[in-house]
């Protein structure tokens, strides 16, 4: 498994790609053309760009990729299969051309922002590169997946949950 963050700001994009414990990033500004588009569709932009940039070196065969964002619009788009705007679908398209050419599943998740600025992809798109993972922290130190919902949540979780079956 590879984990993945991306994340666009009005003027920058930023991603950082974990393979086999190798950090790999990239940062930079928007040309005029992606400026002016939507910020979901450079949200999701900038995911198709350096996923397909890593299936190019050859980083994804045979694989799977978690990619967190914290762009509700790109995960709903992944998940959905289809958006009523034709450039988030042709790029929702592109994401699907690369699971079947390199043999990868991915899997796109929606996170807090807050979770993207300690894990430091929010500062790459704002050109910064020494906070979270590119200070040498561990990239699934910001991503709890070994916890379950309820060791996540805790009490409040739980409690909530029961309070369900209450009257049952």
Sequence with gaps: ???????????GFGSSLEIDGNLFYSHG?????????SSNFRELSNLVLAIQEARV???LVNSELFVFTDNCTAESTFYKGTSSSKKLFELMLQLRKIEMHSSTIL???????????????????RGAASIGVMAGNS?????????????RGGNTLLSWVLSWFSGA
């Design 57 to 59: 070196k050859g980083l």
């Design 1 to 11: 498994a590879s984990y993945m963050f991306g994340d666009a700001s009005g003027s």
């Design 139 to 151: 990239m699934l130190s910001y991503v709890p997946l070994h916890l379950n919902a309820i060791q």
């Design 107 to 125: 899997h796109v998740i929606h996170i807090s922002g807050k979770r993207m600025i300690s894990q430091g992809t929010d500062a790459l798109s």
């Design 29 to 37: 500004q928007w040309n005029q053309n992606n400026s002016d588009e």
